[in-house]
């Protein structure tokens, strides 16, 4: 296996994401991105079979439009992760910014602790092969999953005794499902989303990510999956459908 080591530190992400695609190129199959420190764009529109493993903090839209790689982040990471990617797999050892799998049409992204702010929003799915996956283990904060299309966000809450509590969940949601562990109540619910029961069928397809999951982060699946549960779906495939006028 040919391994590729950059000292990320102090160079600018154009140069450095250069370098990355460069060693892509010379058929590194292993790339190891040390100090870095916000660099955007790390493997921005990025195929084939490598792994990128970045330590320290990674910049804004990291695996944008990414097609097949791995990205280990050990640190934490800016906002948009995944943003419209489109296979592969992002794993953060840490917590992300705002708009984790922003419009994300494929692939998966773990996150060990929490995300910001409209995690989630716009993704969408191209029939089984392209279901993009994104996996929270702490908390999610306002407007997860807005005007979502496709897809599954699952939220485990991991150490908090209410995994959600901010507004706006599911808000404009027409697709895809938002799967929290314990209980979410109605007030919180956006515009557009209802809560569907949990059934063995659930988890039966959430038991894959959670195993995942957990092999990522080292912890422990079996007291993960059970019942305890809440699905959010779309109430319908237009939500706000009655906020138009028409002439």
């Known amino acids: 296996m040919k391994k590729i080591e950059i000292d990320a530190k102090g160079i600018h992400y154009t140069p450095l994401n250069e370098m ?8 590194a199959e292993e790339i190891v991105l040390n100090n870095v420190i916000g660099q955007r764009f790390i493997a921005d529109g990025l195929k084939g079979d ?3 493993t ?18 280990i982040v050990n640190g934490n990471c800016d906002h948009a992760p995944g943003n419209t990617m489109d296979m592969g797999t992002i ?8 708009a984790a ?8 992204l773990f996150v060990e602790n929490n995300i910001g702010y409209r995690g989630g929003i716009h993704m969408k799915q191209y029939e089984e092969e ?7 283990g702490g908390t999610a904060h306002a407007f997860l999953g807005e005007y979502m299309a496709g897809g599954l966000i699952l939220v485990l809450g991991i150490g908090k005794e209410e995994p959600i509590v901010d507004r706006g969940i599911g808000s404009g949601i027409h697709g895809g499902m938002i799967i929290v562990r314990g209980e979410v109540e109605d007030e919180i619910l956006g515009i557009g989303a209802r809560k569907a029961d949990f059934r063995e069928k659930e988890l039966e397809m959430i038991a894959p990510y959670v195993e995942e999951f957990c092999e990522h982060f080292g912890k422990d699946p079996s007291r993960l999956l059970n019942m305890n549960y809440t699905c959010i779906v779309p109430a319908s495939t237009r939500p706000f459908a009655g906020k138009y006028t028409w002439e």
């Open 50 to 52: 490598v792994t990128i």
């Open 101 to 108: 799998a922003h419009s994300m049409r494929g692939g998966k």
């Open 54 to 71: 970045i330590n320290g903090v990674a910049g804004g839209d990291l695996g944008m439009f990414m097609n097949g790689p791995t990205c």
């Open 20 to 27: 990355i695609r460069e060693a892509v190129k010379d058929g």
């Open 130 to 136: 392209h279901r993009p996956v994104l996996v929270v």
């Open 91 to 98: 794993i953060v050892h840490g917590s992300t910014g705002d």
